[in-house]
Antibody, heavy 120, light 112 residues
């Protein structure tokens, strides 16, 4: 079973870049079975899809965030990453990495999530 | 863009009673190539990531109790909990991906 673990700073200053990494275990990121995804949840609010990447490097992201997002994959480390630039307090959220299984259109596996707070 | 709208935002149901949550999508979830609706439901409890309950609109994920069922087609879908248990208190989200974008409903809070 695929397991995911997010890592990165819990506090980021406004206007700076948020950087998170998701480490995959129990499966290979190069298997081609999944798209590797980021989803966030502001405190007390709903889920917002950020984007996903394939092992080949193809990336798709939420149009509302697209200009600030970079999602990349490192197959040698079995990791994928998120960078979100020019952050504001509105970017404060729990950030989840998850697998997107295109055959069923679902997110079957999720990390536990990491809270990132944007504050000076 | 794809917009998912759930109703109601919150719902209080007595133990053992039926709970019904609705989800409406701005884009059809039906793929004519295989006649499947690519609509999923998730349950989220406090401090936990979402858990997949239902996919293809009506197929239960392995291990999900059979009191959970999904129905609907096209743009209108329903999640039903046939006999509410205390452990079903949670937030519920519908989700759909269309073209290269995914979206979640705003969530429905299910309480006793």
């Amino acid at each position: 079973q695929v397991q995911l673990q997010e890592s990165g700073p819990g506090l980021v200053k406004p206007s700076q870049t948020l950087s998170l990494t998701c480490t995959v275990s129990g499966g290979s990121i190069s298997s081609g079975d999944y798209y590797w995804s980021w989803i966030r949840q502001p405190p007390g609010k709903g889920l917002e899809w950020i984007g996903y990447t394939y092992y080949s490097g193809s990336t798709y992201s939420n149009p509302s965030l697209k200009s600030r997002i970079t999602i990349s994959v490192d197959t040698s480390k079995n990791q994928f990453s998120l960078k979100l630039s020019s952050v504001t307090a509105a970017d404060t959220a729990v950030y989840y990495c998850a697998t997107y299984y295109y055959a069923s259109g679902t997110y079957p596996y999720w990390g536990q999530g990491t809270l990132v707070t944007v504050s000076s | 863009d794809i917009v998912m709208t759930q109703s109601p935002d919150s719902l209080a149901v007595s133990l053992g009673e039926r709970a019904t949550i609705n989800c409406k999508s701005s884009q059809s979830a039906l793929y004519s190539s295989n006649n499947k609706n690519y609509l999923a439901w998730y349950q989220q409890k406090p401090g936990q990531p979402p858990k997949l309950l239902i996919y293809w609109a009506s197929t239960r994920e392995s291990g999900v109790p059979d009191r959970f069922s999904g129905s609907g087609s096209g743009t209108d879908f329903t999640l039903t909990v046939s006999s509410l248990q205390a452990e079903d208190v949670a937030l519920y989200y519908c989700q759909q991906c269309y073209s290269t974008m995914c979206s979640f409903g705003q969530g429905t809070k299910l309480e006793i």
